[in-house]
């Protein structure tokens, strides 16, 4: 991806600021600066930066459960803060997450904020400092602050060394350019970002649609589907987790294996439940053993209704074609004669690896109670 050219400021050192990243402090130090910046303000300090740091982590870590690094202080310390703040969920408001982080004195937090501006707001700029090489950069701060302000073409500089309370000043024609450019360097921003974390989450699906917290999902027409059948069925439609009788006036769909994790609406993941029974799930893994034999009994249920009724049937033409991307599996599934065994089988067979990928990254098995 191309970032656009200047005549005043060498781009190819930008271009190359993530050309190095073992871990993912770069990305988020930098959307910070890029974020103050866009909003108006040019002189920063740390602690305002690592704040913005942990907020922007917070859903990633905390609703999708992405590893971050090997050995991610930023990861740890979203972890931290919901041990210690069970009230905070993953859908809580930047500004009142950045006014705890302002506010908190909690010396553990304190701890690994500092551990977070140890090296990434020095070596950001490596790539505008090709002078400055190995034991250059383990000199003291104060040291490496003057050497680095000594540099000419340097994206900002720092005012003073003071921990937390150090500040740094981005020049004019960068503040420019951010401004001019943002949403081009947004974008440019996200693909690195991206390229990161699936090398990071190799297993994960949907890396782009989980860089922030998710938009509405629209599932009217699932409702519809399910809505039908239960007026239709000739014998109650119960959800799979309390054994409730379904009514149209208090339904909900639910994603067995959570949203958070498969980043999709594929019918085969979809099912109905009630409204408190689905806020209650959140994104938990509902316990296998227990759950899928009912999920397999439910979705054969709205199969049999699907082939026998016209009215179903159109409802699931509707429905199939935005909430299936693989034709062959709703072909190999739904569309094809079969009998309740191999329907279970061929069932298990699409969701038990995504279920077991969903496991291994730390999502939590629940039970209804």
């Known amino acids: 991806m191309v970032l656009p050219y200047s005549d005043e400021l060498h781009i190819e050192y930008l271009s190359r600021l993530f050309d190095n990243t073992s871990e993912c402090y770069k990305f988020f130090w930098f959307k910070a600066i890029l974020e103050k910046v866009i909003a108006g303000t040019n002189e920063i300090s740390f602690k305002e930066l690592v704040d913005d740091m942990i907020a922007n982590a917070w859903y990633m870590g905390t609703e999708y459960c992405l590893n971050l690094g090997p050995k991610d202080t930023l ?25 705890y982080l302002s506010e908190t004195k909690d010396k553990e937090i304190i701890s690994k904020k500092r ?12 790539p505008f400092m090709p002078g400055i090489k190995g034991k250059a950069w383990d000199v003291p701060k104060d040291n490496l602050m003057e050497n680095i302000n000594n540099h000419s073409h340097i994206m900002y500089y720092f005012l003073g060394i003071n921990g937390l309370s150090s500040r740094i000043v981005v020049k004019d024609e960068w503040v420019n350019y951010f401004v001019k450019n943002q949403e081009i360097i947004r974008g440019w921003l996200e693909y690195n970002m991206i390229l990161y974390l699936q090398r990071r989450n190799p297993n994960v699906p949907g890396i782009a649609d989980k860089l922030y917290p998710p938009q509405e999902r629209k599932l009217d027409d699932v409702k519809k589907y399910w809505k039908l059948i239960l007026a239709v069925s000739p014998e109650p439609v119960k959800e799979i987790y309390g054994e409730n009788i379904l009514t149209a006036k208090d339904i909900s769909i639910d994603h067995h294996v959570p949203w958070s994790y498969v980043a999709h609406d594929e019918m085969w993941n979809l099912n109905p439940t009630t409204k408190s029974i689905n806020s209650s799930k959140s994104n938990n893994l509902p316990d296998w053993n227990t ?47 079969i009998e309740y065994e191999r329907f279970e089988k061929e069932l298990e067979a699409v969701i038990l690896p995504v279920y077991k990928s969903a496991q291994n990254c730390g999502f939590g098995e629940w039970k209804y109670i």
Request: proline share 2%; aromatic share 14%; with cysteine.
């Open 75 to 99: 990861e740890d310390v979203v972890k931290l803060i919901q041990k210690k703040n069970p009230s905070f969920k993953s859908s809580i408001k930047k500004s009142d997450l950045l006014a």
């Open 291 to 337: 759950y899928f034999i009912r999920l397999a009994m439910l979705e054969y249920q709205s199969y049999r209704m699907m082939r026998e009724y016209d009215v179903v049937h159109k409802e699931f033409e509707k429905c199939a074609k935005k909430h299936f991307n693989d034709d062959r599996l709703r072909y190999r599934i739904y569309e094809s004669d």
């Open 115 to 126: 551990t977070l501006i140890l090296n990434v707001p020095y070596r950001l700029q490596a």
